[in-house]
């Protein structure tokens, strides 16, 4: 197997950073307990008011420590204060397998009216991708400064 083969095939997380208005998740102490609530890393980004941003794409950055991840491309935010065109965007050698994206009024995403850290619980999913470079959703119905968290799996490593 040559070494081209074998650099594609494996995976990794990617997460969306702004470094000034960003919280990891492993930060959140929701219920005050003196405890960190999540064991998942990454971050809600946010809030933002409406107007364009670009936040760095890392993959492989556990425990949200950058130093550890891969800086692999950008996230763009085009929000207007009704709806958000949301970019994500990768480098080769990277390509895109899937995205999760969630965009609201809330830091984090609810599931059950729980908080929830866990990208397959996010609202917006685009699955099997074609190991594409670039991805575009187009979120309505927001209003209000919103917090943005968006995840992916993507392959080049």
């Given at each position: 197997m040559s070494s081209f083969v074998v650099f594609f095939l494996h995976r990794n997380s990617l997460n969306a950073i702004d470094g000034y208005e960003a919280t990891c998740f492993l930060e959140y102490d929701l219920n005050q307990d003196g405890q960190n609530d999540f064991n998942r890393w990454g971050w809600s980004n946010g809030p933002l008011a409406p107007g364009s941003y670009t936040f760095d794409l890392y993959?492989?950055?556990g425990q949200c420590d950058l130093t550890k991840g891969t800086l692999i491309g950008t996230?763009?935010?085009e929000y207007d204060g009704l709806a958000a065109t949301v970019t994500y965007h990768v480098n080769p050698p990277y390509t895109l397998v899937e995205t999760h994206l969630y965009i609201g009024s809330d830091y984090l995403p609810k599931n059950n009216g729980e908080y929830t850290v866990a990208p397959g619980q996010y609202p917006n999913i685009h699955s099997e991708l074609a190991n594409v470079y670039e991805d575009i959703y187009m979120v309505t119905n927001l209003s209000g400064d919103i917090?943005?968290?968006a995840h992916g799996t993507v392959a080049g490593f």
């Open positions: 993959a492989a950055a996230l763009t935010v917090y943005v968290v």
